[in-house]
């Protein structure tokens, strides 16, 4: 009896499958919306991905209803509907049992649930039709069913058409949305930060990129020297060369006087030695650079960083809590965080935000970049008291 049967074409299976999958999908973003969630919200579908568990209670409500409605949908038209889903119908293709029976709510249960076993391994067990006789797939095998076609008639081309149209417009929806979420954490305000804290240099007009390139000579200069500081005359050395250093970049800003990587950087000359400035005009020169770009968080942790400098730990405390609110993964912030509340011997707080800034900087150490950072952290650690405040 076996012999009578015309097997189904891996293709035929194929573009079957792809007019149900898109039908399943459908019904799951019906779900979705019925749910009150958006069923566009890709980002979220990728972080559960990523995190291996739904995100919330009802992202977990949602997917165990389309997972159970889309059972019951294939159950429902494989047992009721002569072994046909819509796109099996679509294709004239059905499944039976091997010996020729309709199949039953069992042996359909079985063969639903071997589809794990057909895709555990790259989906080789789908594949497997290509090269089996009876063009079975491993399911097929372990449920002891076929896929033949169900009747003389061959699909339309149009038929044909749509069942090729809509894995490229499955691929084109979800493959276009993995690459803007791909973009979007990339553009993560830290990144944003650090690439504007790069281009304001390269869009430097000629006279103060003049001095610009000047002060950075300098600053290569005083770094040298500062390697032997403890030798005579070096510190007068490192002081002259720093107060030529805030004269070109006081220059630079005249010509260009909103560019607040040059306001930063001169707020970098006053924590060095001179005779030109003090660790309050570095404040203030940081202060200007964090006005012109508020939201750049390079410019909020340098601000940060010099009222720490000045002993202004509360007033610190607010400015690293803005980065923090802009981004939970910056452990300049988290550690500038633990210094202020170590200072005021809040500890339980500064424990906490030392920790935050230690498990930062370890996730982000891929080339061991941040060693000396993760031993600072570690040594703060270390060095705070037990208990409470």
Not at 212 to 240: A, Y
Request: include cysteine.
């Amino acid at each position: 009896m076996d012999k009578e049967f015309k097997y189904a074409s891996f293709w035929r299976r194929l573009f079957a499958s792809s007019i149900d999958s898109f039908i399943l999908m459908a019904i799951g973003m019906g779900i979705s919306s019925a749910l009150g969630r958006d069923p566009f919200n890709f980002k979220e579908i990728f972080e559960t991905i990523e995190a291996g568990t739904p995100v919330n209670t009802l992202t977990t409500l949602d997917y165990a209803l389309t997972l159970f409605i889309s059972a019951f949908f294939i159950l429902f038209f494989w047992v009721k509907h002569n072994g046909q889903t819509p796109g099996k119908k679509a294709l004239h293709i059905k499944i039976i049992k091997e010996d020729g029976s309709a199949l039953d709510g069992g042996t359909a249960i079985i063969r639903y649930l071997s589809y794990f076993v057909s895709s555990i391994a790259l989906f080789l067990g789908c594949i497997w039709v290509i090269f089996d006789k009876r063009k079975q797939a491993w399911h097929d095998k372990i449920a002891k069913t076929l896929v033949i076609e169900a009747d003389n008639q061959k699909p339309s081309k149009a038929i044909y058409a749509l069942a090729c149209l809509l894995p490229i417009l499955f691929i084109v929806i979800y493959g276009g949305a993995i690459f803007l979420i791909g973009i979007k954490k990339l553009e993560t305000p830290t990144n944003v930060a650090l690439r504007k804290y790069t281009t304001a240099v390269k869009e430097m007009s000629p006279e103060a990129k003049k001095h610009w390139d000047r002060s950075q000579e300098l600053f290569s200069q005083m770094r040298e020297l500062q390697k032997r500081e403890n030798e005579p005359g070096v510190v007068d050395q490192i002081k002259k060369l720093n107060d030529e250093n805030i004269a070109e970049l006081k220059k630079a800003i005249e010509a260009e006087p909103d560019n607040a990587r040059i306001w930063a950087e001169l707020g970098a000359a006053y924590t060095w030695i001179s005779s030109k400035g003090s660790l309050e005009d570095s404040y203030l020169a940081y202060k200007k650079a964090a006005d012109l770009e508020p939201n750049n968080v390079v410019y909020n942790n340098f601000l940060g960083d010099s009222l720490i400098s000045l002993g202004k730990y509360e007033e610190a405390i607010l400015v690293y809590q803005k980065t923090i609110r802009q981004t939970d993964k910056n452990g300049y912030a988290f550690q500038g965080l633990g210094i202020a509340y170590e200072n005021l011997k809040v500890y339980d707080e500064a424990r906490k935000y030392y920790q935050k800034a230690l498990d930062t900087f370890i996730s982000e150490n891929k080339e061991g970049e941040f060693d000396k950072k993760i031993l600072e952290i570690q040594k703060a650690l270390a060095r705070l008291p037990k208990g409470g405040i």
